[in-house]
């Protein structure tokens, strides 16, 4: 099924009646491809249900995909409004947006005349969208657009512009790839669209004296990079830990006093559940405590100069080793046996040096044993003895 759609991209050009290049915002505009399947090749792998809700998940090519809740046409109208967007709203291109803010944030000394529009920089970082009069005039002026002039020649000297410098040709091609590869990763059943995903997961808040809730979440939280939402989630804190949706059985053992209800994830094909849980849980404990550190180190290093100290050297080696060693692998791939030694060096070092006591709150070292007594053998615990009682 083919679709004409709009594509942002972030190029070098001479918008009309302006003398001189600039970084400029255009639409242009491409057809995309989306992947029409019938229900027997896209069969329900899992199903969530929480009370009287239900959410269904389909499986196609060893991958997970959810409900968009929308038919193709308001899909493909949704995106028209939404193509030049930041915000979460743009599902399909948004990251593509959020790229470019990326590419041009640190642009500054009288910014606004050195983007087209204007506000370029603003809207890139807030969001816009077809209401907006500056996305219309992009929409309207982008064909107008000089990106070939003789200028083209002098980007590379101009600072700011260097990461620009090229065939325009081929910058437009690549944005319209990656255009066209978001779009591919959507399928169409019965007229309705279907976005990938990962698969769930139960997340039960745990406390000293209790389970709080329990509740889903989705392997998906476990991917960190330049594109992650910087709000706070379940992933964050310590006082969390996943089980796998195969563990259901277990978890309702473990929680046989538990007063409030627990959703349930039913499992329809056993191959859409892949991920080890247990080996991202170690993964968490050491990205949580790695950044953890790097903020504690900066909010120390904006405090008054005569309080300022710095870390001992074994701190920083534990702490660069850490940092080094988590960003060296993808977690959904494979955990390193040897991650949970480099956990304990950065816990460790810290606590043998007076100066470094503040990197790791006190409140905060008793979550990060505990993540390592529980998952350090890659195992399922569920933790629910005697212990810690159940919370009511």
Request: with cysteine; net charge negative; hydrophobic share 40%.
């Amino acid at each position: 099924m083919r679709r004409n759609v709009k594509f942002p991209a972030l190029m070098a050009a001479r918008p009309p009646k302006h003398k001189n290049p600039k970084i400029a915002v255009c639409a242009f505009d491409t057809t995309v491809e989306l992947v029409e399947v019938s229900p027997s090749e896209f069969p329900v792998a899992l199903i969530t249900e929480t009370g009287s809700s239900k959410t269904k998940f389909r499986y196609a090519g060893g991958k997970l995909y959810r409900s968009c809740h929308v038919d193709v046409d308001r899909f493909i109208e949704r995106h028209q409004a939404r193509f030049i967007d930041s915000r979460r709203g743009n599902y399909v291109m948004g990251h593509i947006v959020r790229e470019m803010y990326r590419d041009v944030k640190n642009v500054n000394d009288y910014s606004n005349d050195r983007f087209w529009p204007k506000s370029a920089l603003h809207l890139l970082k807030s969001g816009m969208n077809s209401e907006w009069q500056d996305v219309k005039d992009i929409v309207a002026l982008s064909p107008t657009m000089d990106l070939r002039g003789s200028w083209q020649d002098k980007v590379g000297d101009i600072k700011h512009m260097r990461f620009l410098a090229g065939d325009p040709d081929q910058r437009i091609a690549r944005y319209e790839r990656m255009a066209r590869e978001a779009f591919m990763t959507y399928r169409v059943v019965d007229g309705q669209v279907w976005a990938e995903t990962r698969e769930p997961c139960y997340v039960a808040h745990v406390l000293p004296e209790g389970i709080g809730y329990v509740t889903f979440g989705n392997v998906e939280d476990y991917v960190r990079n330049a594109d992650t939402p910087p709000e706070r989630t379940w992933w964050n804190s310590l006082d969390y830990k996943a089980f796998s949706a195969s563990a259901h059985e277990d978890v309702l053992a473990g929680l046989a006093d538990y007063a409030r209800p627990i959703g349930h994830i039913k499992i329809v094909i056993p191959e859409a559940v892949t991920a080890n849980i247990a080996a991202l849980e170690i993964d968490r404990c050491a990205r949580v405590l790695a950044e953890l550190v790097s903020e504690a180190m900066a909010k120390k290093s904006r405090a008054d100069n005569d309080l300022f100290s710095l870390p001992s050297t074994r701190c920083i080696a534990a702490w660069t080793e850490l940092m080094t060693f988590t960003e060296g692998y993808d977690p959904l791939a494979g955990v390193p046996d040897d991650l949970e030694d480099r956990i304990s060096e950065m816990l460790e070092s810290v606590q043998a040096c007076a100066t470094d006591d503040h990197l790791i709150p006190e409140k905060l070292r008793p979550s990060v044993r505990r993540h390592l007594q529980e998952w350090g053998d890659r195992a399922i615990d569920f933790g629910f003895g005697e212990a810690r009682s159940m919370g009511r």
